[in-house]
């Protein structure tokens, strides 16, 4: 008796925690806490029995130390080196030149590469080595990531469900039945019928889906938006070594200023004004150019280093920028940025300034701030913080971000590419690939602790730990096996059509709840025991459980990439109820005509 209150309780807090995900009432971190402080009570604190053992503390809290857990934190780390080094800015740069030719043929033709390139490698890397080429793409086009990161999960599903190697969902369920005795399944085996399935799939992931998800901006996409094309006034001063020595005008422009407007070369007491005709700089001009802030980052991060003209100005380490307003009645007010102190002050210094009412024709030497004006600094991190407390300019806190340290992108790269030719391969596990990547990005100090420690997402570890805990506690309750026998009882004597269609069905409900390869290691021995009693081939009824363990699309905790992409994307749990929802359904239709056809059923 006391069992069963157990499963019923369980089966209970699985219901609730759902719709309240659903509802997004509470925040994530707080529904998940909930899930497991609910089980904690029932299981450790009441005591009641999960079948024929009792769950400890340790047993409903071993989420957090959970492999695919630390995978997904650790390969986080990873793109973030890659972010923070700039080391993909190349190949997303060439994928936004061959998509600016036409964007929607462009972006489809992509994501029909990337659902290719996951039906031969594992999902988990291949979208981790996508996600910041697709977070390049989506800013170069202005739009929000959250417009093309749901997809690039759902594409790398769909393809790694056309072959055995394409998901560990696959070989899990294929490794069961090969067990069992009841079949061998080969590379291909299923491909024909999984293309079908995933065929009618993309088209809506890539057509229909982006028009159901809200475009959620974050801070960072905010600012591209707003102010991308803000133009900043900066000073570039021409001393003996520097890069610009000897670059010469050509047709009116400076061509390595890329991305900037000259607006003045002032060359002793004479000024050079636009168009700049045979004008070749030398040691001792002062250069005023116009750009954006993105343009300034990408000048201070190259090797170059047109921006600082000595290593004496660059600051120490690594560089952040931020922009500050001037404040109404700062003492800043009418004086030169020379005048302002910062650099003796708090160690940081003005690198440009922006106002919006005109744009001064002047050396920065000789424009007197005013209210209202942005100025955009660059120093080191504990030096931009400090800006805090000068009440003399407001900080924008959220336009802080550090400059791409170029010179250590070969190294990301290299770490990138032994992850995932270790992990492709098998060569060693996708945890142990993984860790070694963070630790490498950190040791070669391609990112600091603290530019790592922004990818731990709360959300994401809660809501891991409290899903991991709900299938815990519902396998060990029996729960999950009495209702798939139950529901399956009832359609033992129907004809084997309407058995394949029932089952993919609940497959895909539980694979949702439980994650995919829970619902594999599950269904597979149950599907086998149908055929058996239907006397028919076990092949039909395993590519069903492969299939449908694979339609992990209305969840964020369904499949490892759902979480990869959660936090990129700004998507909350109800996104993926919304978009992923559909996406079930269609493909559970689908299957329901061309399975039966294909095996002749």
């Not at 116009?290 to 000595?310: F, G, M």
């Not at 290299?414 to 630790?439: D, E, H, N, R």
């Not at 369904?558 to 992923?580: C, K």
């Amino acid at each position: 008796m006391e069992a069963e209150i157990a499963m019923v309780a369980t089966l209970l807090v699985i219901a609730v925690s759902t719709f309240l995900y659903a509802t997004e009432r509470y925040s994530i971190e707080a529904i998940s806490l909930g899930v497991l402080a609910a089980y904690v009570t029932i299981f450790v604190v009441i005591g009641l029995p999960a079948g024929d053992k009792a769950l400890t503390a340790g047993d409903l809290l071993s989420g957090f130390s959970n492999p695919g857990l630390i995978t997904i934190m650790a390969l986080l780390v990873v793109g973030q080196g890659l972010f923070h080094t700039d080391a993909l800015e190349r190949p997303a740069q060439a994928l936004v030149k061959w998509v600016a030719k036409d964007h929607r043929s462009g972006i489809t033709l992509s994501f029909i590469g990337i659902a290719t390139l996951s039906a031969f490698l594992n999902n988990t890397p291949v979208v981790v080595m996508f996600i910041p080429i697709i977070s390049a793409l989506a800013a170069a086009l202005k739009m929000p990531t959250s417009r093309y990161m749901m997809s690039l999960s759902f594409v790398t599903i769909l393809g790694g469900m056309t072959t055995l190697i394409g998901s560990s969902t696959n070989l899990l369920a294929a490794n069961v039945a090969r067990a069992s005795g009841a079949v061998d399944l080969s590379f291909f085996s299923f491909t024909p019928v999984a293309l079908m399935v995933a065929g009618v799939g993309l088209p809506y992931v890539l057509g229909v889906m982006p028009l159901l998800l809200q475009n959620r901006r974050s801070m960072a996409d905010a600012m591209r938006a707003g102010g991308g094309g803000k133009q900043f006034i900066a000073e570039i001063a021409i001393r003996a070594g520097h890069p610009l020595v000897g670059a010469t005008s050509t047709q009116g422009m400076f061509p390595q200023l890329k991305d900037m407007t000259v607006r003045l070369v002032q060359r002793g007491e004479r000024p050079h004004l636009p168009p700049f005709e045979n004008v070749t700089l030398q040691p001792g001009d002062i250069v005023i150019v116009a750009a954006t802030r993105q343009a300034l980052e990408r000048a201070l991060a190259t090797k170059s280093n047109v921006i600082r003209d000595s290593e004496e100005e660059r600051p120490p380490g690594v560089v952040t920028l931020a922009e500050a307003i001037v404040a109404p009645g700062s003492r800043l007010i009418g004086r030169t940025v020379a005048q302002s102190g910062f650099r003796g002050e708090v160690g940081c210094v003005v690198l440009a300034i922006e106002r919006r009412s005109r744009m001064p024709r002047m050396p920065m030497a000789d424009i007197r701030m005013e209210a209202g004006d942005v100025l955009l600094f660059a120093g080191p991190r504990k030096a931009i913080e400090e800006l805090r407390g000068n009440r003399d300019v407001l900080l924008i806190d959220w336009t802080a971000a550090d400059v791409p340290t170029r010179g250590r992108a070969p190294i990301a790269l290299a770490i990138f590419g032994c992850v995932i030719v270790s992990a492709g391969t098998s060569l060693m596990p996708i945890v142990a690939a993984s860790l070694l990547g963070a630790f490498a990005m950190l040791a070669t100090r391609c990112l600091n602790t603290r530019q790592a420690a922004r990818v731990v997402d709360g959300r994401i570890i809660l809501l891991v730990a409290s899903a991991i805990a709900s299938a815990t506690a519902l396998e060990a309750t029996g729960g999950a096996q009495i209702l798939a026998n139950g529901l399956l009882s009832v359609l033992v004597d129907a004809p084997p059509g309407v058995v394949m269609s029932a089952l993919f069905m609940i497959i895909a409900l539980t694979t949702n709840i439980l994650t995919n390869n829970a619902a594999a290691v599950l269904f597979t021995p149950i599907a086998v025991g149908l055929a058996a009693h239907l006397n028919l081939p076990a092949e039909p009824f395993v590519v069903t459980v492969i299939l449908a363990a694979n339609a992990s699309f209305a969840t964020p905790v369904a499949y490892q990439t759902n979480l990869l992409v959660m936090g990129p994307g700004h998507y909350r749990y109800r996104d993926f109820l919304i978009a992923g929802g559909p996406l079930v359904l269609l493909l559970w239709g689908t299957f329901s005509i061309v399975g039966p056809w294909w095996y002749g059923i």
